[in-house]
């Protein structure tokens, strides 16, 4: 498999540090709030890597961490902690509100079709591991103390290693950027450089969250969780690690700066960004109110949702963009991921019924199966997959109409093709409840004949269809791509 690594910015041949034992750390989430679109789309397209590298008979450790300390809200090393603001906000215990979030969390990728991580590993319960990987640091001269908080020294670790291996970013240009940093910032004046990181933060005797250590009491830095705890689960070089393109810098640099001080070599052999999702072409953000809640996504409870969409269809949609594009949430996009969606399971739950000749079928399906196998292998093109599944589809169809004939060898391999790859490697599943494969085919139906009735200019007509289904809890729109429906 070709999968491109940040690390060396090319397209590399994956092959794992141990035979046939895969290890996989990727930066889960930071438990302060409600599941949002941003949060979907690393799982997906991580379980989509580990599920294709099961099908291929590794065993896979895939380890996924829960940030419950260290987070600031600034992002780096100033600000409140967000637990622990949020902690104050709902008057909870701040584990409390990290529970709340990590289950609901859970409950998303589970509704998702995620696979559990093998490993969730907790910053909070691994202070002693962090506590101990600082200490080792200190040791090496490359890192310090400053009023019971120690940083990371940029500077001493740039002269034999490359801080920047990973973001392409160069010390100096980020020294002249730093410049610019208002020095009043909490614990700048502590650090002998601008951009030396916080390991460990001293705790003022209010702040919640704080634990006995060489250097006082204090908390983690938010980068040396993922250092620490990948080390522990996945050894000091293990052969994934995957996050958000947005945890590029300074997060990931930060671990690579951290582990390499720590144990002389780089932690992971691949490193895997995805792209983010955008909202109607915008960045989703805070300031910009478009945030959607996946819980929301699921129930339409959001006035930028037009109807509800089922965990499935979210899935599709990811998928259907090669994880380093873009992907741009709109409803139209999530319109069209429900229909092919629909369409295709519609497609494979024929297959069964299919009859069969004994010789001489001409429907064949091998270029199929070849041309996934390919796609997965080329940088894990989902997309590519996803297409070669509708062509799929489209043969099954053929056959089902009588156009063309099938042997049983063929009708197994479908059903292996499906099962491997749209269900195992994809991880689509029908859905309880969402079987609405009917009612698609009599809406469209319903929608046709309403079309009809409009072409002809008979409004009255069209408006009664319209009208009585509205009656019945069905809302027709009538958009850019076509008719749609949905129930209110
Ligand atoms: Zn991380």
Redesign the pocket.
């Known amino acids: 498999m070709q999968i491109y690594n940040t690390l060396s910015r090319k397209l590399e041949t994956f092959e794992s540090i141990s035979p046939k034992h895969v290890g996989i ?1 990727v ?2 989430p930071t438990v302060y709030g409600p599941p949002h679109l941003g949060h979907v789309r690393g799982p997906i397209v991580f379980d989509v890597l580990r599920k294709y590298l099961i099908l291929q008979g590794y065993k896979v450790r895939f380890v996924r ?1 829960i ?1 419950d300390v260290g987070h600031l809200v600034g992002d780096a090393d100033e600000g409140e902690d967000k637990l622990a603001k949020q902690a104050k906000v709902e008057q909870l215990e701040p584990m409390e509100v990290a529970q709340a979030y990590t289950d609901a969390y859970n409950s998303v990728m589970d509704r998702m079709n995620v696979m559990k991580p093998s490993i969730e590993p907790r910053a909070t319960g691994h202070i002693i591991e962090q506590i101990e990987m600082i200490q080792t640091i200190i040791e090496k001269g490359l890192a310090y103390e400053a009023n019971g908080s120690v940083y990371f020294d940029v500077m001493a670790y740039n002269s034999h290693q490359h801080y920047g291996v990973l973001s392409g970013r160069v010390l100096e240009d980020l020294q002249a950027g730093a410049g610019n940093q208002s020095r009043s910032l909490e614990g700048q004046d502590e650090k002998r450089n601008p951009n030396d990181f916080a390991l460990w933060k001293r705790a003022s005797a209010e702040h919640i969250m704080q634990w006995s250590s060489p250097w006082g009491k204090g908390f983690p830095g ?2 040396i ?2 250092s620490a705890m990948s080390a522990r689960y996945l050894g000091e070089q293990f052969d994934i690690h995957g ?1 958000g393109m947005d ?1 590029l810098f300074p ?2 640099e930060c ?1 690579i700066a951290q582990s390499t001080a720590a144990h002389n070599h780089s932690p992971a052999k691949y490193w895997i960004h995805h792209n983010m999702i955008t909202i109607n072409g915008q960045k989703m953000a805070k300031s910009l109110g478009n945030g959607i809640m996946v819980e929301q996504l699921f129930s339409g409870d959001n006035p930028l949702l037009a109807q509800a969409y089922s965990p499935m269809t979210l899935r599709f949609f990811v998928l259907q963009a090669h994880y380093r594009g873009t992907l741009d949430f709109s409803n139209d996009a999530l319109l069209a991921a429900q229909k092919g969606w629909s369409r295709m399971q519609t497609a494979f739950k024929l297959v069964d019924s299919l009859q069969t000749v004994k010789a001489d079928a001409s429907c064949n399906v091998e270029d199929i199966d070849l041309g996934i196998q390919e796609s997965l292998n080329d940088d894990l093109n989902t997309p590519q997959v996803i297409a070669h599944l509708f062509e799929l589809a489209r043969r099954i169809n053929v056959v089902n109409d009588g156009k063309d004939s099938i042997t049983e060898a063929t009708k197994l391999t479908i059903k292996s093709i499906i099962h491997d790859y749209c269900e195992g490697v994809l991880g689509m599943k029908a859905e309880d409840g969402a079987d609405n494969s009917g009612l698609e085919d009599a809406m469209s139906i319903l929608l046709e004949l309403r079309g009809k009735a409009k072409t002809d200019k008979n409004w009255a007509l069209s408006d009664q269809i319209r009208d009585a289904l509205k009656d019945k809890g069905f809302e027709i729109k009538d958009g850019k791509e076509g008719t749609t429906w949905n129930k209110i």
């Open positions: 750390y930066c889960g961490n940030t938010w980068h969780e993922c996050g945890l997060h990931h671990e």
